[in-house]
């Protein structure tokens, strides 16, 4: 009741400078841009580029600072040869804004700052503009990166009766009391974030999720994909938050849009909690694959914990656990990096998928890291890289195959790696599968980068290499979720 006391009596009103007071705390001024890498570096000639995502938004989009982050990338469909594809791409729109009210709290006068952290999922789905021979080579214009429809905001909803509203307020967090200075602190968060793109199989076809009354012409039959993200909780799944802010409502969830194509093409697509974490803890960053027509979901590094579930209701059950990788024990057990998971998980090989994972120190930087598992389960752990040539700054939200080939990963000569940079811009990182290679060779190593990104991992870390052979830099606390 203290917060919608609060929300009734704010009032804007002038400071009263003559009771001798201070003056009230006020939002900082913004700070600089941050550094930002070139358009296009090469890291090594043939083996990995380093390239800027211009993609645009419908209607503008960069109000208010607002920037794209954490790209996805997906191309399904097309065929055997993939030749006619289509290319799925999500992002996140972000932005952060500040604001100071004056109001009561509990009775008492007080400076209220509230940061809304604003975030919007945005999708676009339409005929891949480079081809497979484009992506066989390395001259970055002819893969059409830039030269892309403008993507457009898309709103997950809790069923289709709901399809007219949005999927905010969310539940929010009870504000922060300082005494000292007689300051209420607020965070908003007004939208879902960080969409991960997973290609469904072909048992998961179902019949055409929009009529073409309601399709426009400009998006393509495509193959069944889905769409993840993270969120605070809907206050229509948790209406009791509505009335009350609550840390223990206000954790991000897990949520599943399983008709991808609907999403797309109408802008509205039913998401639903993955019920597989706990509705009160941060449950985010778990890795999503599929066997078959089956959704499975890597909730844990540590333990390798793995899900299944189901795309309609988000109900799942743990089945497999395991903790069978020396190296990655020695990291988890050191407990001084915190490991999470990153992306959705590709097929490698006939016996294997690729993931990624990241760590992330007290210092609030990430290293970045490719690791394989066993296709059948139990999903055994069986090796992981070095770090990737990325940024400190740099959150991966992507791992894709472009059109050069099957989807099947052993025919894959390039593997793409999308990440979002100091909450500033959409970035790809090429790589082919040699170069790939080299990373997880731990002991006939061969320094990568031939011009490294500025002050990106180097594969050679004393932590990594504290780990012994395969180990990576994984660390962190066992039974956290992904």
Known sequence: CAAAQLDASVRQRPWAAGRGASPPPACPPPGPPPPLPPPVVV???????????????????????????????????????????????????????????????????????????????????SEAVGSAEAWREWEVPSWGLSSLPPLRRVGPVASLSAARQAWSPLCQAAPRYVPANRTLLRSVVDGPEDPKLLALGPAARRRPSASPATTPATTPATDPFALLFSSRPPTQHRPACERRSSNADAVPQMYLSGDGARLAST????????????????????????????????????????????????????????????????????????????????????????????????????????????????????????????????????LSLPPTGLQDGSRAEKLLVGYGVSDAQSRLLVLSRGYLEQLFDWCGWDEPTDNPLPGASRPEAPRAQAAGAGGGHAGGAAGESA
């Open 43 to 125: 890291l090594r000639h043939g083996g990995a580029v380093d390239v800027a995502l211009n993609w645009s938004v419908e209607g503008g989009g960069s109000e208010g600072g607002r920037r794209l982050i954490n790209p996805s990338l997906l191309w399904v469909g097309g065929g055997p040869n993939r030749s006619r594809a289509t290319l799925v791409r999500a992002a996140r729109l972000h932005g952060t804004a500040c604001s100071s009210q004056r109001g009561l709290w509990s009775g008492e006068e007080v400076t209220q700052l509230t940061t809304t952290w604003h975030s919007d999922i945005v999708l676009e789905a």
């Open 267 to 398: 802008g509205r697509g039913v998401a639903v909690r993955l019920q597989c974490g706990e509705a009160h803890r941060p449950e985010k960053n778990w890795i999503a694959f599929t066997v078959g027509s089956q959704l499975h979901l890597v909730y844990s590094l540590f333990p390798h914990a793995v899900l299944l579930s189901r795309l309609g209701d988000g109900m799942c059950e743990r089945l497999w656990s395991t903790a069978s990788f020396p190296p990655l024990n020695r990291l988890a057990g050191e407990g001084s990096l915190r490991i999470h998971g990153s992306a959705t998980a590709v097929r490698y090989s006939d016996d294997s998928f690729l993931a990624l994972m990241h760590t992330l120190d007290d210092a609030g930087n990430y290293a970045t890291l490719a690791y394989t598992f066993a296709s059948a389960p139990p999903f055994r752990v069986t090796a992981v890289s070095r770090a990737l040539p990325l940024p400190p700054t740099a959150f991966p939200s992507a």
